[in-house]
């Protein structure tokens, strides 16, 4: 992947999250500064309501 393709750091503020994809972390391994803050794991599979944030950067990680 070329960096043109990468995103910008936590420039996604929603990102769907189909079963497959679990575990997800934060930031995404497509972000250009992979290190903009620490890796979190978003623990997905336990949110009542599907829905959970990245404690660091707001980001809203939805299961689908």
């Known amino acids: 992947m070329s960096n043109q393709q990468k995103k910008q ?7 769907l999250v189909a079963v497959k994809d ?3 972390h934060c ?4 972000s250009t500064l ?15 309501n599907r829905r ?4 660091y950067c707001g980001t809203e990680f939805i299961l689908e």
């Not at 959970?52 to 404690?55: D, W």
């Open 27 to 30: 930031p995404l391994p497509d």
């Open 9 to 15: 750091p936590n420039a996604t503020r929603k990102v």
């Open 52 to 55: 959970a944030l990245c404690p």
């Open 22 to 24: 679990l575990p997800i």
């Open 34 to 48: 992979w290190n903009s803050h620490p890796r979190v794991y978003i623990p997905l599979e336990k949110a009542a």
